[in-house]
């Protein structure tokens, strides 16, 4: 396999991007422009709009669409999330779309279930399963703990191989632009897994500050999210991942990314150094 830097632009129509403002698809969208590629972004504010929940806005969004990333919000573990996967892959498939590339979670038996749709959708397809984001300390609901000096996580001490965005991003564009990715599952990690408590202490030593982890019970966190404003169904889907995904079966680190791109993954160690110089973990005005 090589490196996304070697791909060409595919030849064709466009290549749709769900969820092209978040955090895995604003990162894609940049790589296949920068390479050239036709996008067109895949979110509700973008022309046409797209909405999951609405399943009249994606025709318009398919048209002249060769290529797609499929990205689910907010994960292919919800309620539902089968039903809109095996209802989409049909209308790209009838729109003619050729590829597609799923992005997965690791150890969920729902987000299987969401792969074997795609996998039997007639169409060429890569699944992208993915570990736990680094970024979600900095792009996601963690940003606020970090810089208020402490993060309360339901986590215990099971380590957890922690992926880097970036390399999300470049294994899904290899699979979308380059050859010899069809048909392939790349379950990406980080080189190495980091309990909760090690990750915050590693970003507390790039930020050159005491960041406190407190474990605490997982109905304590769900409440308190919901009290913060986080919609209860998103804060009862992070206490499902931290109940039940969390429970050591996704320690092992594995070799997705260095079979998609050749080379070896970030590690947790360069995130937190590149995004502590960012500045966007120094210490809130309230902490």
Known sequence: MTDISENSAPEGGLTLVLGGTGKTGRRIVERLEALDVPVRMGSRSADPAFDWEDGTTWAPVLRDVERVYLSYYPDLA???????IRAFTAAAAGAGVRRVVLLSGRGEDEARACERIVEGSGLEWTIVRSSWFA??????????PVRAGEVALPAGNVPEPFVHLDDVADVAVAALTGDGHVGEVYEVTG????????????????AGREIAYVPVAAEDYGAALVRHGLPAEIAGFLVYLFTTVLDGRNTPTTDGVRRALGREPRDFADY????????IWKESDHS
């Open 78 to 84: 919800v309620p539902g999330a089968a039903d809109a």
């Open 135 to 144: 970024q979600n300390f900095s792009e996601d609901h963690l940003l606020e």
């Open 191 to 206: 080189p190495r897994a980091l309990t909760f408590a090690e990750a915050v202490a590693e970003i507390g030593r790039a």
């Open 272 to 279: 937190a150094r590149e995004t502590a110089a960012s500045g």
